[in-house]
Structure formats: C-alpha cells, structure tokens
Nanobody
Framework: QAHLMQSGGGVVHPGGSLRLSCAAS????????AGWFRQAPGEEREFVAA????????LFADSVKGRFSISRDNNKNTVYLQMNNLKPEDTALYYC?????????????????WGQGTQVTVSS
C-alpha cells in the first residue's frame, strides 16, 4: 500500500488560489491513476478530480470544472491540485488517493491508498 503525504491547504478569501500536493512513497504508484476528494462537515466524501498515469487524462467534478486543475510529476511521485477562484462552498477537508489500476474513477471505493487530509477554508 502506498503512503501518501499531503501538504498545502489553509485559509483563503473567496476568489483566491491554493495548491495542494500529495507525495507518494512505499508501493510504487507508477501506472496507477490518482485523485482528489473532499469532505465537508456532515457531508459524504465527494469526488473532485482524477488523473491517469501516462497520458495524464483528467476528470473533474462539475462543481470545480474550469477552476481546478490536476497534474502529476511522475519523477517525484507527486500529484497536485491547483485550485483557483475558490468559493466558500469549496471549504472542506481534502484527500488525495491512489487507485490500483490506471482508470479514472469517481468513487472512493476504487481507491486503495489515502492521504491524511488537509483543510481548505474559503472565507471572507
């Protein structure tokens, strides 16, 4: 199982930007898709974005499309989530995750390794 260490996050005003990072170690993540999820208090964990290995195909939730981007540095085993034009409804605990296959997936059950979570708060 891969160990995922997240960094980034924090407090930002509406319209601001943040970048989250997710560095993988342990089980090799080469060849596997990765994703980001978020969970607000009292809500279920929801899909945000995913990226495949190789060609770097991406998938986004409708709520973040056009504002968020996902990328990966395969040499560093690191996945990034760039969040622009943040809104108060983006406030949540954000998690990175890795699958055990190279298929873009929207559901948490498709992911086998998870980061520790990092808080993003958008508030004026």
């Amino acid at each position: 199982q891969a160990h995922l260490m997240q960094s980034g996050g924090g407090v930002v005003h509406p319209g601001g930007s943040l970048r989250l990072s997710c560095a993988a170690s342990g089980r090799a993540v080469r060849g596997y898709a990765a994703g980001w999820f978020r969970q607000a208090p009292g809500e279920e964990r929801e899909f945000v974005a995913a990226i495949s290995w190789g060609w770097g195909n991406t998938l986004f939730a409708d709520s973040v499309k056009g504002r968020f981007s996902i990328s990966r540095d395969n040499n560093k085993n690191t996945v990034y989530l760039q969040m622009n034009n943040l809104k108060p409804e983006d406030t949540a605990l954000y998690y990175c995750a890795v699958t055990n296959k190279n298929l873009l997936a929207r559901t948490p059950v498709d992911y086998t390794s998870w980061g520790q979570g990092t808080q993003v708060t958008v508030s004026s």
